[in-house]
């Protein structure tokens, strides 16, 4: 167990519509990080998130936004989904910016129908 | 800009046999870390070590061992007497300290099939 929680687990919804991604970081991790991995790919950096500020853009689409709350869990909502956006998005979180190891989540498993 | 390549993007294996799989990486930084990840089926991302750019000492843990390589920029994973647990998906990544980019790169992973 890597103390970093993600919900929901699976998902599966239709073509046009918006889901909402939550992920709660390990107790006192102040940075998380949202990947993307399309079926048999590699791990797509979309953005991160330090103590309430986004601090750093991947490759992520306009369609797709996040944040991280006073709290420090976080959100990222993807919107007008496609069936390409069918993906494994994993959260990870680390206690600074980029020099410890990234704690990962079990994933969130979205199907687009 | 950061880089990392596994160029090996499948090994089979038997067991018992050792096998090693590569990661070569792009920075420009002098300070930067070094990481090496397993998702076995479960699909689960699994940290297995952490190396900074200012400590190229080999690392053995049991049957896994890393070697480092400045010179030719390279972070390679040897597992040693392989076992079928040991399939699963490699990833090797990279993050730069100096720049303040803040990303963790990953390689595209090597799917390492441990036959019995």
């Known amino acids: 167990d890597s103390g970093v929680t993600q919900t929901p687990k699976h998902l599966i919804t239709a073509t046009g519509q918006r889901v909402t991604l939550r992920c709660s970081p390990r107790?006192?991790?102040?940075?998380v990080y949202w990947y993307q991995q399309s079926l048999d790919q590699g791990l797509q950096f979309l953005i991160q998130?330090?103590?309430?500020?986004?601090?750093a853009k991947g490759n992520i689409l306009e369609r797709f936004s996040a944040q991280q709350f006073p709290d420090l869990h976080s959100e990222l909502n993807l919107s007008s989904l496609e069936l390409g956006d069918s993906a494994l998005y994993f959260c990870?979180?680390?206690?600074?910016?980029?020099?410890?190891?990234?704690?990962f989540g079990e994933g969130s498993r979205l199907t687009v129908l | 800009a950061q880089k990392v390549t596994q160029a090996q993007t499948e090994i089979s294996v038997v067991e018992k046999e050792d096998v090693t799989l590569d990661c070569v990486y792009e920075?420009?930084?002098?300070?930067?870390?070094l990481f090496w990840y397993k998702q076995p089926p479960s699909g689960e991302l699994v940290f297995l070590i952490r190396?900074?750019?200012?400590?190229?000492q080999n690392e053995i843990s049991g049957r896994y061992s890393w070697n480092f390589q400045k010179s030719t920029s390279s972070f390679n994973f040897t597992i040693t007497a392989s076992q079928v647990v040991d399939s699963a998906v490699y990833f090797c990544?990279?993050?730069?300290?100096?720049?303040?980019?803040?990303?963790?790169?990953f390689g595209t992973g090597t799917r390492l099939k441990v036959l019995a």
């Open positions: 990870a979180s680390t206690w600074g910016h980029n020099t410890g190891e990234l704690f």
């Open positions: 107790s006192g991790d102040l940075s």
């Open positions: 998130y330090y103590n309430g500020e986004e601090r």
């Open positions: 920075t420009r930084d002098t300070t930067y870390y």
């Open positions: 190396r900074n750019s200012f400590d190229e």
């Open positions: 990544a990279l993050s730069e300290g100096d720049s303040g980019t803040y990303k963790y790169i």
